[in-house]
């Protein structure tokens, strides 16, 4: 089974701060994507990565995919209350079948 | 347009019972996926279809559970003799493909309680 360990669990920041998320595993995958889930409703998806080394920005969110393709992360810059949600990384390990992370529970407090 | 619609959004069930659970997919997607989300984890595969037959099935975790997709657009997950284990948050998602870069749009769940 491919594992894929998110940390931190949960993370409390001050608006404007700046944080990090990480995704690792032993496993490589070929592609990696990270989402974000509201309470009550399905996840959705922020990017896609696909090559070792890839990175993608959306606004203040950055993403990493790792050389190996085993690891990735979420970088948000200046964060704002409107962040605060659930982020979840997931890597696809076969056609079709991706792991999840456990999420990250983030909370940026004004 | 509308998209991934789950139905029932709760089920409360007694020990034993069966229960379905329904998914409607975004029209036009080929690929349905279940997914079941335990408290305090990420959601975990169980099966996918493209088109009607099952392509992978290797997520379900026993025989009680068993899915269909007869033509090719709603699917039923399906749940024999419940068990209080499986009380969860069951996701349904689609996409126009299988490949990592086809999105999946995903429903908001069904939360599935097994008293």
């Known amino acids: 089974t491919q594992l894929l360990e998110q940390s931190p669990q949960f993370l409390s920041i001050q608006e404007g701060e700046n944080l990090t998320v990480y995704c690792n595993s032993s496993s490589v995958f070929s592609s990696l994507q990270w989402y974000r889930q509201e309470p009550g409703e399905g996840p959705v998806l922020l990017v896609t990565?696909?090559?070792?080394?890839e990175v993608k920005k959306l606004k203040r969110l950055t993403f990493q995919f790792g050389d190996a393709r085993k690891d990735s992360s979420l970088h948000i810059t200046a964060a704002q209350p409107g962040d605060t949600g659930l982020y979840l990384c997931?890597?696809?390990?076969?056609?079709?079948?991706?792991?999840f992370g456990d999420g990250t529970t983030l909370t940026v407090k004004p | 347009g509308a998209g991934v619609s789950q139905t029932p959004s709760n089920k409360v069930t007694e020990k034993g019972k069966y229960v379905e659970l329904r998914c409607d997919p975004i029209?036009?997607?080929?690929?349905l996926y279940w997914y079941r989300q335990s408290l305090g984890q990420g959601p975990e595969f169980l099966i996918y279809?493209?088109?009607?037959?099952?392509?992978?099935d290797s997520g379900l975790p026993n025989d009680r559970f068993f899915a269909v997709r007869p033509e090719g657009s709603v699917s039923t997950l399906k749940i024999q003799r419940t068990e209080r284990g499986d009380s969860a948050v069951y996701l349904c998602?689609?996409?126009?493909?299988?490949?990592?870069?086809?999105?999946?749009?995903f429903g908001p769940g069904t939360r599935l309680t097994v008293l």
């Open positions: 029209s036009g997607h080929t690929a």
């Open positions: 997931a890597g696809e390990y076969h056609a079709g079948k991706s792991t």
């Open positions: 998602a689609s996409s126009l493909g299988i490949s990592g870069t086809d999105t999946q749009y």
């Open positions: 279809f493209q088109g009607t037959g099952a392509a992978d």
């Open positions: 990565v696909v090559t070792g080394g």
